[in-house]
């Protein structure tokens, strides 16, 4: 009976490999499953937060967020002074940091780093307006020129593109790239890990960096893989072959939260879904009919129906958790009385708008159809009209839309990064005023709260524009929603920081089986 | 000299089909509204960034430039850069291309495998239980998608039983095997590394079963419909009454004939395949070229794109061009007339 014989080894083969494969998820080994490939990990270009998971694992900035908060404190640096024109900050770098190739971080790295950015031009570079120059004093200290005052400045310097990286690797360079090509897989930079292979769409292995000046890490190696089912990376973490999966919307989260070896992380985030309502375009250009759409809304239903209360209905531009955030500001409500009176007050009638939405958010479709049954009880026709993301950006850019929802997240921890880009007629379309949003008096405050050093009072110039700008109801405020990830109960140590999405300190984490 | 008759005017036309077909794909992509240097620099970028974005790219020349550059490489066998990825798009398709083939090869011949007996002891055993199962699961393989049937498969052998592996190409814990045809089988044998074949091999049987599983059902359903169209032609009655063994009229005479019909389904076969490996690929995170387009695709990544769409429609034409060649091989007549 050859056929039994087949069979028999057959079996043995797929019972013996099974056991291989279950013995594989060592405890310092940590399996991180997401749905997509990151595009590079090149701090000089890359714009996404797959990205930044690399960049921040292998990379170390002149500050860093502290722990969960957003304020800033040194890294690469072990102090700072800034002058009195608030334009030339003079950094001193701190002993015993090493690239992973032992080479010591020193101020001519820090230039070789931001001069590479400026360079580049890509995204990235936005982060620093008005960065003029950098020059190296000595070995340990470094200067940065600013050609005006920016508020902002020491937050920018923690955002990934300031991440400093070995001027070694010049070496890499190949037709004048600043060897872009290169570090668009692999990493130069002083932080607990470095990228040793990358295999596209499949797994992205980093190993510790021998030369890391802190603790040495319990992990020893981080697996990135990309698996685009979030029903094959949920089982992946059911069986225990992933450790953390990312992207997880709320009704799986849900299923997960009954299994008792898995965590469910929903953090606040810094992460806002709004509506952009073109303030350029009759009938939204009169703020009673932008008003009375922000009144008929209904933001529970939202939060609690499509967001199975995995959010909160936002209060003004700046978001809780960050300062500039104002807790006792005004906040549409859902009253459909008032919406209407609104609208008989300005006169209009058989309104018809159109939402421009894609799916590049899960929620915008739900939120969608919802707008479309609380618009129509004032008498508000809304059509939806679904395009591909790429599409929509333009369409929003180019102010071509009279309704359409858009996600926003801080590049940096600084209330400019909401106020200066969503009500400053300068940045409008594309850049961040979406609405084409225009009252001068705002524009005046945040504009003044950008140029001065002075928190309290930049504080006070933002909440004051806030409660202006919220009156006009240029955007529809929906929801702050919470950043989902699961993870297996026994990895340890984990610190969410909302400036810090999808981003891991995998230094400081562990596995305890 | 009938092989060259085929051959010479299909390569002629395949240097017609691939430049209509870059001319196609690039005039769609500069239709579709939506700025790719946007997607790279980030949507907030100001217009300064957006400029040195475009320069970089070479998104700030004419069109009519742009098309030129294109259609030049194109001609030097350069595909251009992936705008997502900063890497060659030649280099990216030779990544992600081989693991596809092996995919889709594997799914064919376990489709022709299964599919040609079953058909034909379908149609031997007409009405009887075997063509009652036999066309069951052909109905099953054709009208069951492949997404759904995918994450059946995955929830019972990977999740449930435990036995085969739910994703990827090989174990994590397993090196990959150096690169010669990009095939795992082939290379990880070429190497003598066994590890890694059975780990590839058990990595291959869910999805090149999915895969394999609709075209299974076209494939039974056309040989066991040609089958029975041929045992009723005269020269199988003749064979029969001369007193030949079935076994032989079945498989000389009745099988034969009963192929030449599905070459032509077979090409078709492997056009679907690349259609059907998007889904297994997204279900199976198998590193392909169906995740790649799709990525690519949604990021409006241009080069990427055309490459994808340039290679497929050579890979198109040559398969045409194998089912003609095969036809001839099949059947004398045609070779004759040719």
């Known amino acids: ?513 | 000299m009938t092989i060259m008759r085929i051959i010479i005017p299909r390569l002629v036309m395949l240097f017609f089909v691939v430049f209509g077909v870059a001319v196609i794909t690039f005039i769609i992509s500069h239709l579709i509204p939506g700025d790719p240097a946007r997607m790279i620099a980030g949507d907030r970028a100001s217009a300064e960034t957006l400029m040195s974005v475009r320069r970089d790219l070479g998104l700030d020349r004419p069109v009519w430039d742009q098309f030129t550059i294109y259609v030049s490489n194109l001609l030097h066998g350069d595909l251009g850069t992936s705008l997502r990825t900063r890497r060659s798009v030649a280099g990216d398709i030779a990544t992600f291309l081989p693991a596809t083939m092996e995919l889709g090869a594997i799914s064919l011949i376990l489709a022709i495998v299964i599919g040609i007996p079953l058909g034909v002891a379908s149609a031997i055993y007409k009405d009887g239980p075997i063509d009652q199962v036999a066309r069951t699961i052909s109905v099953c393989g054709i009208s069951m998608p492949v997404f759904w049937f995918a994450l059946v498969l995955v929830l019972l052998f990977y999740a449930k039983l435990h036995i085969l592996p739910g994703s990827g190409r090989i174990d994590m814990g397993i090196a990959l095997p150096t690169r010669v045809t990009g095939f795992f089988l082939i290379d990880s044998l070429l190497e003598g590394r066994m590890d890694a074949f059975w780990s590839s091999v058990r990595h291959l049987i869910l999805p090149s079963f999915v895969l394999a599983f609709a075209n299974l059902g076209v494939i039974t359903r056309q040989i066991r419909a040609s089958m029975l169209d041929v045992l009723e032609e005269d020269y199988i009655r003749t064979a029969r009454a001369s007193g030949l063994r079935r076994r032989v009229i079945i498989f000389n005479h009745a099988l034969r004939n009963a192929l030449i019909p599905s070459i032509t389904l077979l090409g078709l076969a492997l056009g679907d395949l690349l259609y059907g490996a998007v889904l297994t690929e997204t279900v199976f995170a198998w590193p392909g070229m169906g995740t790649y387009v799709v990525t690519s695709i949604q990021t409006l990544d241009f080069p990427a794109i055309m490459g994808f769409t340039v290679v497929a429609s050579i890979g198109y034409v040559l398969i045409n061009l194998v089912v003609d060649i095969a036809y001839m091989f099949a059947d004398p007549q045609i070779r004759e007339i040719g």
Do not use: C
Not at chain 1, 215 to 220: D, V, Y
Not at chain 1, 342 to 352: N, P, Q, R, Y
Not at chain 1, 438 to 465: C, G, H, T, W
């Open chain 1, 1 to 513: 009976m050859v056929f039994a014989h087949w069979k028999k080894l057959g079996l043995a083969l797929l019972v013996t490999s099974s056991l291989t494969q279950a013995a594989w998820a060592a405890s310092d080994v940590l399996v991180l499953s997401r749905a997509e490939d990151a595009p590079t990990a090149d701090p000089g270009v890359e714009i996404s937060n797959s990205g930044y998971t690399f960049i921040y694992a292998a990379y170390e900035h002149l500050v860093a967020y502290k722990g969960a908060t957003t304020e800033v404190v040194p890294e690469l640096a072990e102090s700072w002074t800034v002058d009195d024109t608030n334009t030339v900050w003079t950094f001193k770098l701190a002993q015993g940091h090493k690239f992973d190739d032992g080479t010591p971080v020193d101020a001519a790295a820090v230039k070789f780093s931001f001069d590479r950015a400026m360079k580049l031009k890509a995204g990235p570079s936005d982060a620093f307006p008005v960065l003029k120059e950098v020059q190296v004093v000595d070995p340990g200290t470094v200067k940065f020129i600013l050609s005006s005052q920016f508020a902002p400045f020491l937050s920018t310097m923690a955002v990934s593109g300031a991440a400093i990286i070995n001027p070694k690797v010049m070496e890499h360079e190949k037709d004048g790239d600043m060897a872009k090509a290169w570090l668009a897989e692999h990493t130069a930079g002083s932080g607990a890990y470095k990228i040793t292979s990358w295999e596209r769409n499949q797994s992205v292995v980093l190993d510790r960096n021998e030369h890391y000046s802190g603790p040495t890490p319990a992990l020893k190696q981080i697996v990135v893989r990309t698996v685009g089912e979030i029903s094959a990376r949920r089982l992946q973490l059911v069986n225990g072959d992933a450790d953390i999966i990312e992207q997880v919307p709320v009704d799986q989260a849900a299923a997960l939260k009954s299994d008792a070896s898995i965590v469910v992380e929903s953090n606040p985030s810094l992460y806002v879904n709004y509506v952009y309502m073109n303030n350029k375009r009759p009938p939204l250009d009169d703020p009673r009919v932008r008003q009375a759409i922000s009144y008929a809304v209904d933001y529970k239903g939202i939060v609690d129906g499509i967001m199975q209360g995995q959010a909160e209905q936002m209060r003004g531009a700046v978001p809780d958790g960050m300062w500039g955030h104002d807790p006792q500001g005004f906040q549409y409500s859902y009253d459909v009385e008032k919406a209407k009176a609104l609208l008989k007050e300005a006169g209009k009638s058989d309104i018809h708008l159109t939402y421009t939405f894609s799916q590049a958010d899960t929620a915008w479709e739900p939120v969608g159809l919802a707008l479309q049954a609380n618009l129509a009880d004032i008498g508000i026709k809304l059509d939806l009209q679904a395009v591909a993301d790429t599409t929509k950006r333009e369409m929003a850019a180019s102010g071509n839309y009279d309704l359409a929802p858009g996600a926003w997240t801080p590049d940096f921890a600084d209330p400019y990064m909401f106020m200066n880009y969503w009500f400053d007629p300068d940045r409008m379309g594309g850049p961040g005023n979406r609405a084409f949003y225009n009252n001068p008096k705002v524009a005046d405050l945040v504009r003044e709260a950008a140029s001065i050093i002075d928190q309290p009072k930049r504080e006070q110039l933002y909440l004051e524009a806030q409660k202006l700008s919220t009156q006009d109801a240029p955007y529809l405020y929906l929801m702050q929603k919470n950043d989902i990830f699961a993870r297996r109960a026994v990895v340890k140590g984990y610190v969410y920081n909302p400036m810090l999405i999808q981003v891991y300190n995998f230094a400081t984490m562990s596995k305890s089986e």
